[in-house]
């Protein structure tokens, strides 16, 4: 079943620095935030909503500069701060070249990460390649565990932050042709769950986001009979996952941590 994907997100780009009143943002926070593949769809919902909150933004993206730029114009509109940062996070060095061009520019540490981007390669297990099998895996899975890891050094010296890894409602039932996907959606759930013990007592908190089907540009192309199989006989919009992201990056869910947040309609359970 489709979530509405993310795109995946090459050198990120940086811009003039701000002033510091704008580095803070307008609810004052000291920290700033990373939103991976945020050029569309729930990526770039997710960032407009962060962005209202106060959250001084990095959207990236892999190759998708132009509705990257568009997701900062909108973000600017609002009288929100952005930047718009290229770079594929799955390339070993990535962490490292989005934080550093982040915390450059803003010049506050990265203390909000969302580990949304993604990428699907769909096949029965027969016919699955193993390109297709490690793109999807090194993109969705390894990429969210090199960012976290980068971002808790900040998280844990500031005794603060908040992580959400976007994961899919495959991870917890059965879509056949998505092996790869399904196991690197699965696996996001166990680095969720893992990794927020170890880092609760320091008061960051780390939780998932479970979309099913969201109405974006990869699930236009999908029977729509199979929402004959949601419950709430429709899809799900980028901005229903988005608000349940803005509550979790939030204050008032600072005794969330660990937990997988379904936003499917109902199909899961």
Not at 30 to 53: N, P
Not at 81 to 88: C, Q, V
Request: hydrophobic share 45%.
């Amino acid at each position: 079943m489709p979530d509405g994907g993310t795109e995946r997100s090459e050198g990120a780009e940086r811009t003039e620095r701000p002033e510091s009143s704008e580095r803070l943002g307008r609810s004052g926070r000291e920290g700033c935030a990373l939103v991976t593949g945020a050029s569309r769809g729930i990526g770039a919902a997710i960032a407009s909503a962060l962005a209202r909150d106060g959250w001084p933004i990095g959207v990236n993206y892999r190759s998708d500069r132009e509705g990257a730029q568009s997701v900062v114009a909108e973000i600017e509109r609002e009288g929100g701060a952005a930047i718009a940062l290229e770079a594929d996070v799955a390339q070993a060095g990535a962490p490292d070249q989005l934080f550093g061009a982040l915390e450059d520019h803003y010049g506050v540490s990265v203390l909000a990460l969302v580990n949304n981007a993604g990428i699907s390669a769909d096949d029965l297990t027969p016919s699955l390649g193993d390109e297709a099998w490690s793109s999807v895996l090194d993109t969705n899975l390894t990429a969210a565990f090199r960012l976290t890891r980068r971002a808790l050094k900040a998280m844990m010296r500031a005794r603060s932050g908040r992580i959400v890894n976007i994961s899919s409602v495959v991870a917890l039932r059965a879509n056949p042709g998505q092996a790869n996907y399904a196991a690197a959606k699965a696996g996001l759930i166990a680095l969720t769950k893992t990794t927020a013990v170890e880092v609760a007592r320091r008061g960051i908190t780390i939780n998932a986001v479970a979309p099913g089907w969201i109405d974006t540009s990869m699930t236009a192309g999908v029977d729509q009979e199979l929402l004959a199989a949601v419950p709430a006989r429709r899809a799900g919009t980028p901005q229903e996952v988005a608000a349940c992201v803005r509550f979790l990056t939030s204050e008032e869910a600072s005794y969330v941590t660990g937990a997988v947040l379904t936003v499917d309609g109902g199909l899961a359970a």
